[in-house]
């Protein structure tokens, strides 16, 4: 329910708008502030806590001043696109799906550690699969296999083999 809307002249006379505000009975305030770059529609919640602003560019701010916010549809998707790109940032980001799929056309990862844990892992490269490290350990509980047309190992100062029993030709 509309309570009050007023608009008042802004004393900027650079500024060809005026300030224009609405207010519910439960204190939900909407104005239109003029700005130089553009004006901005703000609204602010009963306790006079930012909300949203929709500024002329067409970038939309929501701002949550506690509490979650959840994007939900209950029988349809939630799509987030963005033509310049999405950024996500957080202390911590937590996707939970039964099943994730990444179409993808460079993966660029930066990260101090990687952990990865599962029960089967496949990976197919059609071209060069490259790994670069200081240091490379391989541990296989049972069973280490190296299947390839050719196989070349080179070691600049020495190369060390210990079996019981080792196979040649």
């Known amino acids: 329910m509309l309570v009050s809307g007023m608009a008042t002249p802004d004393l900027d006379e650079e500024t060809v708008s005026s300030t224009m505000e609405l207010t519910t009975t439960s204190g939900i305030l909407a104005q239109v502030l ?15 806590r930012l909300v949203l602003d929709v500024r002329e560019d067409g970038t939309v701010v929501l701002h949550v001043a506690e509490g979650d916010l959840e994007l939900r549809a209950r029988k349809g998707r939630v799509r987030i696109e963005g033509s310049e790109g999405v950024h996500i940032a957080g202390p911590q980001v937590t996707v939970e799906t039964p099943h994730l799929r990444q179409i993808i056309g460079v993966l660029e990862t930066h990260a101090r550690r990687i952990v990865e844990k599962a029960k089967d892992s496949y990976r197919d490269v059609e071209g060069v ?5 200081k240091q490379v350990q391989i541990k296989a509980k049972k069973t280490f296999r190296a299947i390839a047309e050719r196989l070349r190992m080179r070691a600049k100062k020495e190369a060390k083999i210990q079996a019981e029993k080792i196979y040649l030709g």
């Open 34 to 48: 003029p700005r130089p770059d553009g004006d901005v529609l703000r609204v602010r919640d009963g306790k006079g």
């Open 129 to 133: 699969s490259h790994l670069s490290a």
